[in-house]
């Protein structure tokens, strides 16, 4: 379990609307993944005042020769040339699709694909480690305060502070998570049980391929001055994916895909963005899909 803190400052006149983004699930280097809209979506991403990215695992297939699950079928063709050297060329290419928006990645957690290699290497720290070079080299030492490394499960608590007395304080919860059950149904009634237990404004789960969020039970607190009660709104969701289910061309696999294996349905591809606005009273959250 990590415990993050993340302090900023803000100014209500011009500086008071942040976008949080829980991206993942790319599972590059399956000819299913969407590199398109990935690319799109990043593009997106590094033109957004004030966002800040958490990664939630599978972004990439991990699988290796040797694997049991390894067919070269499965491998997407701009990868095929570099069967011995996968997990490098992985590693390699979501430093170069990532860079763009390196500034504004907060945390990167590792998905249970990542995890299948964990004997060998952690591609999340890798990952982390590339994208810190990088930013060292071209912002200076002060960009290193991001790009946090979460192995499981995280807390984040952001921090406002306009002046002495004057913040604003959020609680995140992220962690790859696990299926929960086939039918959304059962992935809500998951979200739902976990706020008995887990004191966060906001939980958020990936590894579902299911793309939604949800505004979760109102939560009654007093103000830090002890002088009243307020509620805030919760919000919970599955972060999505870029793993197409049933959009392969004909001569691009020789083998069923994973979908049609599983049975499962065809899932929209996208992240979940949450937009919270610093008022005079507390803050607002918007949620936002952006599915293709």
Excluded at 44 to 50: D, G, K, L, T, V
Excluded at 59 to 74: N, T, V
Aim: include cysteine; aromatic fraction near 8%.
């Amino acid at each position: 379990m990590k415990l993050f803190k993340i302090d900023k400052q803000y100014d209500l006149s011009n500086n008071n609307k942040f976008s949080l983004i829980f991206m993942g699930d790319m599972h590059v280097g399956s000819p299913n993944c969407d590199y398109k809209l990935v690319e799109e979506h990043v593009e997106e991403i590094r033109q957004i005042p004030n966002a800040m990215v958490f990664l939630m695992g599978d972004l990439a297939e991990w699988i290796i020769m040797g694997d049991k699950r390894f067919y070269p079928s499965q491998i997407d063709k701009r990868f095929r040339s570099h069967m011995e050297q996968l997990p490098m060329t992985y590693s390699r290419y979501l430093k170069d699709l990532l860079l763009p928006i390196a500034d504004k990645i907060e945390v990167v957690h590792d998905g249970n694909h990542e995890k299948k290699l964990v004997s060998s290497m952690y591609p999340g720290a890798e990952l982390c480690g590339n994208l810190r070079a990088e930013l060292e080299r071209t912002l200076g030492p002060e960009a290193l305060t991001k790009l946090r490394y979460a192995p499981g499960e995280a807390y984040t608590k952001i921090t406002w502070k306009m002046g002495v007395g004057d913040t604003r304080t959020l609680m995140i919860n992220t962690a790859h998570g696990w299926q929960a059950g086939r039918k959304p149904g059962a992935k809500h009634n998951e979200l739902s049980y976990m706020f008995s237990w887990i004191g966060a404004d906001i939980i958020m789960r990936g590894h579902s391929h299911e793309l939604f969020a949800v505004p979760g039970p109102i939560r009654e607190v007093p103000n830090p001055q002890m002088t009243k009660l307020k509620e805030i709104q919760t919000i919970t969701g599955h972060t999505g994916s870029y793993l197409k289910t049933r959009e392969l061309e004909v001569d691009e696999i020789d083998r069923p895909c994973y979908s049609e294996y599983g049975g499962f349905r065809p899932t929209p591809l996208g992240h979940v963005q949450i937009d919270v606005t610093l008022t005079r009273r507390g803050m607002k959250k918007e949620i936002i899909i952006k599915q293709k």
